[in-house]
């Protein structure tokens, strides 16, 4: 009798649980940048839940370090999320080695509807095109160009930002003072070439498949940002870190009066002091006007479990209602050709000041992920040798053509 | 079946949880590692092929494997030696008639109860060239504001003041036990031989806390080799590479560059170096020592 009891009892229990997974909601994963769970992202995902009844989305967020951390252990597992968020670089990398799927059967079901990818910018497509295919779509299009606080920079007698290196420079030197930088600086790796766009450089050359910033030109570009360190005395040494928030902290104190910095760092700026008097200025030029873009893309890992879903939850999150809230709220800029024409947006200043930037702005990592060449190795010997320049005062001409080297005999590893 | 059978097979039987534990979390992860790391792409989660051994060829070729090795073996030896240094230095006086000794005891051992991660964000606010605490006391000081972690010559030196900071408190404590079970007859003895207090420390308290700090040395000393926490939350292991430690090298080359079969490599051969490292260890420092 005992012993039936408990069979029944198990039986019911083992029922009890497996009835209850069968009833309960399916789950879509989605991996999300920490910065980025806007409210308004939040709403999509909620009224996704209402019209998808029985789906539940576990919206998990990351900072990007951890987030790739995560989703290397995901796929070694085979257990990757439905849906994943990138800074960059990681469709091309992700789509060579086979880890994300082609949208292609998506878009061409979609694409017409949904506007993609005619009414995404060309850069943020092209990006995500491997081998002709799309593999991620961009949710968030960026560039970083020239912040600077208009209270400081005419105290220091100018009435409008600096347009040159030459003036670049000038006003940095005037705007300095006690507790006060003329420009501020960032650690982060790709912060640097703006200078070196601008001065006709690059690190990679997608022709020949070699590392060129041992060039002329890039030394150049390095070395104007070590004398303005160690010569002028008119930026400080980046602080170091991981993180690149140092000269936007430095720049919502009042303690700089340029930085380089993209709409990521809007929300941080106005809302740590409102009281700041701040505008964005087109990029400075010095052979030419040129900045680096960015951006975050959406893409289904191959073995995700729910690809469908994920691609309709793709649709809603770059819709332009979203995209013109998102950015209204949080000064964040997006890659879709109608939100950049949307009159609300032309009317913000400061999205529109980072709109301008995106027409010749130019990805780090573009060339060089799609060649399926990108590695840390290579950044940091590059970025070791930028580092001794800023940090120590070294010479860019006596250290970038060694690093050059090392990095060129890193891709063939 | 015999008793000694039977006394042989229950043994196993307790010692099989003990043994299936090592064999899953130890023994197979290190073999598995070892089996990736002859092989180049994406061994276990994509292509991969057999690369004999030109994983640990490139380790010979790669500087800044060599940097990061150099830079963990200052920052492991550094660390270990001022760590010891300091706590003994610290239990001889807490073992003797200091006031109020339990409180000071709880403070240094403090930051070990802290979270790695909470202690480091808290040293790079106070280390911040501009809003940090040691930069406002310099200023108030008439001293010159430093940029602690910004010099390429400097920043690993901070990191091993920090880890010092950290570590200090468990070995201080380690010692004060150890020091307390030293006989008292032992002093005693000296004394009526009229030995003096730094003799008693030099030529008792020294040698009989020898496996102590063969313990202490041993422990410390892996935990700094395999160090990542500090750099990667307060330098990125920048400026200049100077703190990217081994491990962070490691965790960069599989996490950021996918390469797993070479990170297996570099993990492997840092397996090697430990072992032979804490070789060397018990070699220089190992006595046997009885006291009774």
Known sequence: MLRKNLKVTLLAATAAVFGMNSASAETLR?????????????????????????????????????????????????????????????????????????LTKYIDADGK?????????DGSVTRNTINGEVYGVQIHQTCATLVYNKDLLSEAGYD???TTWEEFRDVAKKTSKPGVF????????????????QNGGDWYDAETKQMTFGSPETQEAVQ???????????????VAGSDYE?????????????????????????????????????????????????????????????????????????????????????????????????????????????????????????????????????????????????????????????????ANRLLTR | MTYRTRRTLTAYAL??????????????????????????????????????LDNYAEILRDRLAHKSMVATLVYAIGSTVITLVFALGLSAILSGPVRAKNTIRAIIFFPY???????????????????????????????????????????????????????VGYATLIYIAAIQGIPDQLYDAARIDGAKPRHLFRDITLPLLMPTTLFLAVVVMIAHLQEISLPYLMTGGGPANSTRLYSLHVYETAFKDFDLGYASALSFAMFVMILLITWIQFKLLHRDIRHT
């Open chain 1, 160 to 162: 409008a930002p600096p």
């Open chain 1, 113 to 121: 509807d949904m506007g993609f990818p005619s009414d995404w910018q």
């Open chain 2, 113 to 167: 109860i802290v979270s790695f991660v909470i202690g480091a964000l808290m040293w790079k606010s106070i280390l911040d060239p501009y809003s940090g605490l040691l930069n406002s006391g310099l200023l108030y000081l008439g001293l010159e504001p430093q940029n602690w972690l910004a010099d390429p010559s400097r920043a690993l030196y901070v990191l091993i003041g920090v880890s010092v900071w950290k570590d």
């Open chain 1, 224 to 238: 104007f940002l070590g004398d303005m360190i160690h010569k002028d005395k008119s930026a400080p040494p980046p």
């Open chain 1, 182 to 197: 003329g420009f501020a600086p960032n650690p982060s790796f790709g912060y640097i070439f703006p200078f070196i766009y």
């Open chain 1, 246 to 406: 140092g000269p936007q902290r430095l720049f919502t104190a009042g303690r700089a009066a340029m930085i380089i910095t993209g709409p990521w760092d809007v929300n941080a700026i106005r809302t740590g002091n409102p009281d700041l008097n701040w505008g964005v200025a087109p990029s400075i030029t010095g052979e030419k006007q040129a900045t680096i873009a960015g951006g975050v893309s959406l893409m289904i890992p191959k073995d995700a479990k729910h690809p469908d879903m994920a691609w309709e939850l793709i649709k809603r999150l770059t819709a332009v209602d979203v995209e013109v809230a998102s950015a209204l709220q949080y000064g964040m800029t997006m890659p879709r050709k109608s939100w950049l024409a949307n009159p609300q947006i032309g009317a913000d200043p400061i999205l529109s000041g980072f709109g301008e930037c995106l027409a010749y702005a130019k990805g780090v990592n573009d060339e060089i992920s799609h060649a399926g060449l990108y590695s840390s190795a290579v950044e940091e010997t590059f970025k070791g040798a930028i580092d001794e320049v800023l940090y120590s005062g070294a010479s860019a001409a006596d250290l970038l053509p060694d690093a050059e080297k090392e």
């Open chain 2, 15 to 52: 010692l099989a949880p003990a043994i299936l534990y090592f064999s899953v979390y130890f023994a197979g992860p290190i073999l598995i590692e070892f089996w990736a790391s002859l092989r180049s792409g994406q061994p276990m989660i994509g292509q991969s092929e057999f690369a004999g």
């Open chain 1, 30 to 102: 989605v991996y999300f940048n920490a910065g980025h769970a806007y409210e308004t992202y939040l709403e999509v995902i909620e009224q996704f839940e209402a019209d998808n009844p029985g789906w539940d989305v576990a919206f998990e967020k990351f900072q990007w370090p951890d987030m790739r951390t995560k989703i290397v252990a995901d796929f070694a597992a085979s257990n990757p999320p439905d849906l994943l968020a990138e800074p960059g670089g990681w469709v091309p990398e992700f789509a060579q080695k086979s880890l994300i799927m082609p």
